[in-house]
């Protein structure tokens, strides 16, 4: 079974322009989550989507969005990039959305905001 | 506030030697624990998980972790390190909401 697959890889943006992330989650996982990995602030959550509809969201501000379409794929967007902004955004997916479920994550996509 | 504490930034073993990483957890309510790890290059990838009953829980790769509720702890450990072992290793918790929490991470080198 193919694992949680992001596009792109990598991305270089300038500052003040937007971006789109992709995630394709493992066949028949039905919730994604979105999370940012910096070396200073670490691993935080973004939001987690399930069934087209956001169930949670992190401390992030209104620049980060997300969605989620009928086959469980994922984009998150961030618009008016900033410096800070430049990042490792990784991907989750995991079954059903209970808080016992294993979230399996992709490799996630690496953002220079210049 | 919902936290997760990894005390070890950067831990340096020779091969054989036993491993012991903490991490200790501050939730409300129920608490569901996990440990990852992400090997150079590699993506993040469960090492293991614990929910409830035995808190002497075993993963991949002969690692290993026990939940100690009095201490809101849950150490991961491993008798014998290899040098494949080197990676980050990060503690992570939830709760009812399914967002993960994670620790700082620790850096685990092997030596050959």
């Known amino acids: 079974k193919a694992g949680v697959t992001q596009t792109p890889r990598y991305l270089i943006k300038t500052r003040g322009q937007q971006v789109t992330l992709s995630c394709s989650p493992i066949s028949g996982h039905r919730s994604v989550s979105w999370y940012q990995q910096t070396p200073g602030q670490g691993l935080q959550f973004l939001f987690e989507?399930?069934?087209?509809?956001?169930?949670n969201k992190g401390n992030f501000p209104g620049r980060f969005s997300g969605r989620q379409f009928s086959n469980s794929r994922s984009e998150m967007n961030v618009s008016t990039l900033e410096l800070g902004d430049s990042a490792l955004y990784l991907c989750?997916?995991?079954?059903?959305?209970?808080?016992?479920?294993?979230?399996?994550f992709g490799p996630g996509t690496r953002l220079t905001v210049l | 506030a919902q936290s997760v504490s990894q005390h070890n930034h950067h831990v340096i073993l020779s091969e054989a030697a036993s491993l012991e990483l903490g991490c200790n957890y501050s939730?409300?309510?129920?608490?569901?624990l996990f440990w990852y790890v992400q090997y150079p290059g590699q993506h993040l990838q469960l090492l293991l998980k614990y929910f409830s009953g035995d808190p002497l829980v075993k993963g991949i790769k002969g690692f290993e972790a026990e939940f100690i509720k009095s201490k809101f702890s849950f150490n991961l450990r491993k008798p014998s390190v290899q040098w494949s072992d080197t990676a980050e290793y990060f503690c992570a918790a939830s709760g009812s909401a399914r967002q993960l929490t994670f620790g700082s991470g620790t850096q685990l080198t092997v030596l050959p």
């Open positions: 939730y409300g309510g129920t608490v569901n």
């Open positions: 989750a997916s995991s079954l059903v959305a209970s808080g016992t479920d294993t979230q399996y």
């Open positions: 989507y399930f069934s087209e509809t956001q169930r």
